[in-house]
């Protein structure tokens, strides 16, 4: 069923939310929405990856600007790790940046590999 009062069943992208739900990919932004037209970051991304392969248990170093305690930390470490991203420089990974197109297949893509 769908919980979000924001996803319309016309919508072209309704069975790939209510999927990404089910698989456990995504929460929404809250109980209640998924906000479809928002802008997805860095951070966004990287935990979408990461919950998409089972969110692996993972330990290990990060970057300066992302906190211990926050919900992608996992998946920034994960992916760091794995190739997937090597930050924007000097330590920061920008996790509340937005993430481009270009950035979002390139993440895509070195996961694949």
Known sequence: SNPFTDLQSDAYYYDAVLWAVEQGITKGTS???FAPDAIVTRAHTVT???RAVGAPDFSGGS???VAAD???TDAVA???AKGITNGMG???FGPDANC???QIVTFLYR???
Do not use: H, I, P, S
Request: net charge negative.
């Open 63 to 65: 970057f300066g600007d």
């Open 31 to 33: 109980a209640a929405t």
């Open 100 to 102: 481009t197109r270009g």
């Open 78 to 80: 994960w992916a760091m």
């Open 70 to 72: 926050a919900y992608y």
């Open 48 to 50: 979408f990856l990461y």
């Open 111 to 113: 996961n694949a590999q």
């Open 90 to 92: 000097e330590n920061v």
